[in-house]
């Protein structure tokens, strides 16, 4: 008999940033949670997103963003400035810099010693070996939300109008030498410019949009950001906040309402895919082709498939509406899988497979409060000895169990 543990509620929780590994099993999360409900200020997945587990900070910042170099290294930025490293897959966190900026929104490390972080107010931050640097860049009235650099020298920034300084400009701006000088590449008064990516030194996308009517924007140059075309955005997309390509072909790019776009040919067409978001996603990132996670308010997603399909993932942890505890029996089991629950009229459950794909659902019911799961997938075939993982969903509760099924 194991107990189980329950599974958060993620309605109320604002995840802002994620990021993950090459191997695309590792990432991390951070959310933008007011104190008062920020009990998930740091999340860690090592299955792709499917599960993600809690992490302690030392500090209570809100946190905008997260970055990684590899299952074990990851940097995490966010109000006045502070930005949070780790060497150890995030068992334990360490501030690095604060106070530089009233906040620090997207942070990339080109390795363990060199990186550069955007902030408000036209501050840029840039990591050399220990330390931080704050730069002080010409735009004091940007905020600054999206950079890419592709080495220590050149890299690109773009911002919204900062509303505390008395912006007007959105800009897009370039520097060749490490931050020391700005090269202004565009500035507009009618869209935000929130997130760029860049495939090299001529070809990148900078994404925004109109935040008074959430028409959605992408740009696309092939000169460096000297000159910016257009490009066609679907029908039924809105504000995008982030965008991440993994060559020049194949790109994604998230926003408001839940909005998933994706490419495969840098951009001359755009699709809708198909998202179980209602809400605003704010980031998105890929491993390869396949394997990616993109968050939002409320919403930790997963794809194991290129976003064909996504998946919300799950938060192990304490419920915060129940304490009962429940069980599964037998676990390890060989023919079927049995699991005790409380009063519901309302219940689903959905088994996925440990490469995230959804083998078996149902809406079973209960007898004498337990209900059972034979070991079959959805074409009534018995499935292969293994590990699975059971989500069953009650109400506005969803409860995780981790089960082993034998021969």
């Keep these: 008999m194991i107990a189980v543990t329950w599974v958060i509620s993620m309605l109320a929780h604002n995840f802002h940033g994620c990021t993950i590994a090459h191997d695309g099993l590792h990432g991390w999360a951070v959310t933008l949670d007011r104190a008062a409900v920020d009990t998930l ?5 090592c299955d792709g997103g499917m599960t993600w587990t809690r992490q302690q900070r030392p500090v209570a910042w809100q946190l905008f963003d997260v970055t990684c170099t590899d299952a074990y290294h990851a940097w995490a930025c966010g109000m006045e400035g502070v930005i949070l490293s780790t060497e ?8 690095e810099s604060q106070g530089h ?5 997207r942070i990339q490390m080109l390795d363990t010693l060199y990186g550069f972080a955007a902030g408000g107010d036209g501050v840029v931050g840039k990591k050399v070996d220990t330390l931080w640097q704050r730069i002080f860049t010409p735009y004091y009235q940007t905020d600054f939300y999206g950079l890419c650099f592709l080495d220590t020298a050149s890299g690109w920034l773009c911002g919204r109008p900062s509303v505390e300084a008395g912006g007007r400009y ?8 490490g931050g020391n000088s700005w ?7 009618t869209y935000d410019f929130l997130d760029i990516w860049f495939v090299d030194s001529v070809e990148g996308w900078v994404v925004g949009g109109n935040p008074n009517s959430y028409e959605p924007l992408i740009w696309h140059t092939t000169d460096g950001g000297l000159n910016w075309e257009p490009q066609v ?20 790019a998230v926003g408001m309402f839940g909005t998933i776009l994706k490419t495969t040919d840098g951009g001359m067409t755009w699709s809708l895919q198909t998202s179980v978001a209602e809400s605003t996603l704010f980031d998105v990132e890929f491993a390869d082709a396949y394997h990616g996670i993109a ?3 409320g919403w930790l997603l997963y794809t194991y498939d290129g976003g064909e399909h996504w998946y919300e993932g799950v938060v192990v942890g304490v419920n915060e509406h129940s304490i009962e505890r429940e069980i599964v029996i037998p676990n390890p089991f060989i023919k079927q899988l049995i699991m005790r629950v409380n009063s519901c009229n309302n219940l689903k459950l959905i088994v996925y497979d440990m490469m995230g794909r959804p083998i078996y659902e149902a809406e079973p019911q209960q007898m004498d409060g337990y209900i059972v799961w034979d070991g079959t997938n959805n074409s009534g075939v018995e499935v292969s000895p293994g590990t699975y993982i059971c989500i069953l969903y009650r109400d506005d509760v969803k409860t995780l169990y981790k089960v082993v099924k034998l021969k």
């Design 41 to 45: 200020p740091i999340l860690r997945t």
């Design 88 to 95: 150890d897959g995030g068992l334990s966190w360490s501030v």
């Design 101 to 105: 900026t009233k906040y620090y929104t």
């Design 170 to 177: 959105s800009h897009i701006v370039y520097t060749e030498d």
């Design 183 to 189: 090269i202004l590449l565009w500035e507009d008064t």
């Design 233 to 252: 955005c679907p029908t039924g997309s809105y504000y995008l906040r982030a965008v991440e390509f993994i060559n020049k072909d194949t790109g994604w």
């Design 295 to 297: 968050v939002g308010n």
